[in-house]
């Protein structure tokens, strides 16, 4: 059964500072999900990773995909307060596993 | 374009009454999911619909669960008899067919909260 791992599950950090959030995956899959959700609200997509090595770039965030590692990374460079939000990724085709979600707060 | 709308948006209802939840996916999308968090816990999977029949209801907890997509648009998700541990917020998502050009990529709605009392 495929299991998808966050790290880590709550993080604070100051604005304009840079950190990685981990997600891990138990089976071979080639399509990784981020998602973004803000208090209340729906969940909103943030990148699609396709492929091994693929690697999406939309503002101060940016996700990479090692499909041989079963992992994908999403930085965040010179973290503002509106990135505070719950990340999650999701695995698979169809029949979608999501991770745990970590919640970002960034403090001003 | 319309998103993904569900409703109720928040249903407090006791132990034992019957509470039915809908999803309106986005108009084209066949595939239609449900999900549930728990008190923060992962959004765990539910079912799957593909038009109007069940492709994957795995994840659906137990027989008091009852999920149906009549004539493969908008989708009820009902709960009968409510447990204590049935709260929690219910998602639903839906997605064009997984072809050429299509990601697979989820448009969620905001969620319907149930709180069993």
């Known amino acids: 059964e495929l299991k998808v791992e966050q790290n880590p599950l709550f993080l604070s950090m100051q604005e304009g500072k840079n950190y990685t959030i981990y997600c891990n995956y138990s089976t071979t899959s080639d399509r990784l999900y981020w998602y973004r959700q803000d208090p209340g609200k729906s969940l909103e997509s943030l990148f699609v990773?396709?492929?091994?090595?693929a690697v999406k770039q939309e503002g101060r965030l940016m996700a990479s995909l090692d499909t041989k590692a079963r992992l994908s990374t999403l930085h965040i460079t010179a973290a503002v307060h509106d990135l505070s939000a719950t990340y999650f990724c999701a695995v698979g085709t169809y029949k979608y596993i999501f991770g745990t979600g970590t919640r970002l707060k960034v403090l001003a | 374009e319309a998103g993904v709308t569900q409703f109720p948006s928040h249903s407090v209802i006791e132990k034992g009454q019957t509470v039915t939840l809908r999803c309106d996916p986005i108009s084209g999308h066949d595939n239609l999911y449900w999900y549930r968090r728990v008190m923060g816990k992962e959004i765990k999977f539910l079912l799957h619909?593909?038009?109007?029949?069940?492709?994957?209801e795995s994840g659906m907890p137990n027989n008091r669960f009852l999920a149906e997509r009549t004539g493969g648009t908008y989708s009820t998700l009902k709960v009968q008899p409510a447990e204590l541990e049935d709260s929690g917020v219910y998602f639903c998502a839906s997605s064009q067919t997984l072809t050429r050009g299509y990601t697979g990529e989820l448009f969620f709605g905001e969620g319907s909260r149930l709180t069993v009392l």
């Open positions: 619909f593909v038009k109007e029949s069940k492709q994957d």
């Open positions: 990773l396709l492929s091994n090595g």
